[in-house]
């Protein structure tokens, strides 16, 4: 990266790129304002244009329901323009719960980070996938609480710096990563879970995949549906902003492996596009 | 309407339902399960819909989210599980939804947590505390009519005594005037139309809505409604002998039952007390207090615990009379909070000796 100065409308890049889009000439669809105040290089605005594109894609708009937890996409609650509920960190599952039971017939998705989902509110998502609640859970798993500037999740991988494990998450000190798509395809009553990444255009197109086949069942009404997409988050990663894709793919990708965990819904080789089986 | 004998529990959980109460989450604790009970037999009668929640958060996590479609729910448990249910009760009403809220508490210790809430930020909610069986059933109707009219949740307080006690109830639909439509109700509909329907308890409107505030103003907002909804709720209390009393005592709840009862009876030997029992907790009823205050010597506060309710009572005399506590702590080995010193005798012997203090001690009414 050139060390010169960052100005709008000629930002200095090398290798020479074709003539970049700003966030001001294009806001995704169902995106109110194309400008927001993540940190460059986060992955997590390209994951909740990935899910409402799906949305969109499956003419949803006017069925769904987001129901927000507490992370830096929260910014993105009052930023979509599909209906959203706000809950508390952890509790989206159990919010979700009741709004789909008391209007089932709208699409009902939680957005999650690993902090909310897999540390506060682990027991929240287990027991909305054993209800078989008809609800999607999309967890954007990026390994820390990047909103706190850092710290370790109950997803941190082993090895990983973060504020609070200066030396790497060591296990005796520190436990283990959970692996939450693991532990909620064992469940009964889960329809679907799968893994994604942000890290690539690759990546993405293949989440995509993923996602519309979480939301394809839950109008199918076929069970809990969940898709894990690590998303990149330099600041708490402490890398840079370029080298953030690698690092996901070297260091979580390794450990939470992408593909499809389950599809009880799969009886076509379409169903299984959204990837191979992780194992 | 015919009257029917039926138990507190039942006879609330009935209420409820033909309050239109159609979703309900809890976590079993006696004595909030009998009514959890009740509510997984009528509401699926019904159309409706109740959960079992793997604990008292996610209990009010689901309630909640069935309250931002627009439905009548409600959730509770008892004072313990009212504690874990505080930080969504707090956004709850900084979300604005209207939610009901059982507390089948186990004596009177939850006062504070009632009225003065365990969560984080500026927010009240309503409390009102039956003495009774029909009150209670009058009183969950009017709970459902108060949270749908101030988008707020309202608690409703019982007890063990309220939820086993048999009494005959009238179940005729309380009269209240009609609520307020609910066009923020998420259905999903309004997607893609530019201002699609939020509800948070960061603000009420997405960016670019006409209606969007930043969090601070969307806050001030909120204490705006809180002022609005302290002056607006009719408080309720129940007042007996307060014009010639030299001593009001002022109790609640069951307690608040049996000093009826003993009041009356002291007042039928000719000794100068009177009553005045609170029905809406918050707001509290501060003029009934203090016009039955300006006629007494002295004020006495009896509750289930080593004193909460007093701290209000104070503020409504603002020292102008004597206040006393006279109640306290009385549990037996079942821990439900059913209280040995729940006693006529015992209660008789306590007012008989705050009136005795008062003659000694008071400056001449």
């Known amino acids: 990266m050139s060390d010169g100065p960052t100005i709008r409308g000629s930002v200095p890049v090398e290798p020479p790129l074709p003539p970049g889009r700003l966030v001001d000439d294009f806001v995704p669809s169902l995106i109110l304002e194309g400008e927001h105040s993540l940190c460059p290089g986060c992955g997590e605005p390209v994951a909740m244009r990935s899910v409402v594109e799906t949305v969109e894609e499956l003419e949803l708009t006017q069925r769904a329901i987001a129901v927000f937890g507490i992370g830096c996409y929260t910014a993105f609650s009052g930023n979509l323009d599909v209906e959203s509920l706000q809950a508390l960190h952890g509790r989206a599952p159990s919010l979700a719960t009741g709004v789909k039971r008391t209007r089932p017939g709208t699409v009902v998705f939680t957005v999650q ?50 504020k609070n494990t200066l030396e790497g998450r060591d296990a005796d000190r520190h436990g283990f990563p959970i692996l939450i798509a693991d532990l909620v395809a064992r469940l009964d009553g889960v329809a679907f879970v799968a893994r994604g990444s942000v890290s690539s255009a690759g990546d993405v197109a293949r989440s995509r995949r993923m996602l519309r086949r979480a939301f394809e069942l839950q109008v199918a009404g076929a069970g809990f549906t969940f898709v894990e997409l690590l998303t990149m988050c330099p600041t708490g990663w402490f890398v840079d902003t370029a080298e953030a894709p690698g690092y996901l793919r070297d260091k979580l990708a390794e450990v939470h492996r992408i593909g499809v965990l389950k599809d009880t819904g799969a009886t076509t080789s379409a169903a299984r596009s959204g990837g191979g089986v992780a194992t | 309407m015919t009257r029917r004998l039926m138990e507190g529990a039942e006879a609330i959980a009935r209420a409820m339902v033909a309050a239109g109460c159609r979703f309900f989450a809890g976590y079993p604790m006696t004595p909030f399960t009998e009514v959890l009970e009740h509510m997984a037999r009528l509401l699926p009668e019904v159309g409706g819909t109740c959960m079992n929640a793997e604990s008292e958060l996610e209990a009010v996590g689901m309630a909640w989210g069935a309250a931002a479609t627009g439905t009548r729910a409600a959730t509770g448990s008892v004072g313990q599980g009212l504690s874990l249910m505080q930080e969504s009760l707090s956004e709850i009403c900084h979300a604005r939804l209207p939610l009901v809220v059982l507390n089948m508490a186990r004596g009177q210790g939850d006062y504070h947590q009632a009225t003065r809430g365990g969560g984080h930020g500026d927010y009240r ?4 505390a039956p003495a009774d069986v029909p009150e209670a059933v009058q009183l969950a109707h009017r709970a459902f009519w108060l949270a749908d009219v101030w988008r707020n949740p309202v608690l409703l307080v019982g007890d063990y005594y309220l939820a086993h006690v048999q009494e005959a109830v009238d179940e005729g639909v309380a009269d209240l005037p009609p609520v307020p ?74 307690p608040g039952r049996y000093l009826r009862y003993v009041v009356e009876e002291l007042r039928g030997e000719g000794l100068p007390v009177g009553l005045v029992r609170p029905i809406t907790l918050w707001p509290f009823p501060s003029a009934a207090v203090a016009a039955a205050a300006e006629v007494a010597r002295a004020v006495a506060v009896y509750e289930l615990n080593t004193g909460q309710m007093h701290d209000d009572v104070r503020l409504a005399v603002l020292g102008r009379r004597p206040v006393s506590f006279i109640g306290g702590l009385s549990f037996d080995n079942s821990g439900f909070g059913i209280a040995p010193e729940l006693d006529v005798e015992r209660l008789s012997a306590r007012i008989r000796r705050a009136l005795d203090e008062t003659a000694r001690t008071a400056a001449p009414a």
């Open chain 1, 113 to 162: 980070g690993d902090g909310d989902m897999v540390n506060e509110g682990l027991a929240e998502v287990l027991h909305a996938a054993a209800r078989a609640e008809r609800i999607t859970c999309v967890l954007l798993n990026n390994g820390v609480f990047g909103e706190t500037g850092g710290h370790m999740t109950a997803t941190t991988v082993l090895g990983q710096r973060t």
């Open chain 2, 125 to 128: 909610h309503v409390v009102l």
């Open chain 2, 181 to 254: 439509d609910k066009p923020w109700a998420l259905d999903g509909s309004t997607g893609g139309s530019g201002s699609a329907r939020m509800i948070s308890p960061l603000g009420l409107a997405k960016r670019g809505d006409p209606s969007f505030v930043e969090y601070g103003r969307h806050l001030e907002t909120i204490g705006d409604r809180l002022a609005a909804m302290e002056a607006g709720v009719e408080p309720l209390a129940e007042s007996i002998g307060t014009d010639d009393a030299e001593l009001v005592v002022v109790a609640y709840g069951t």
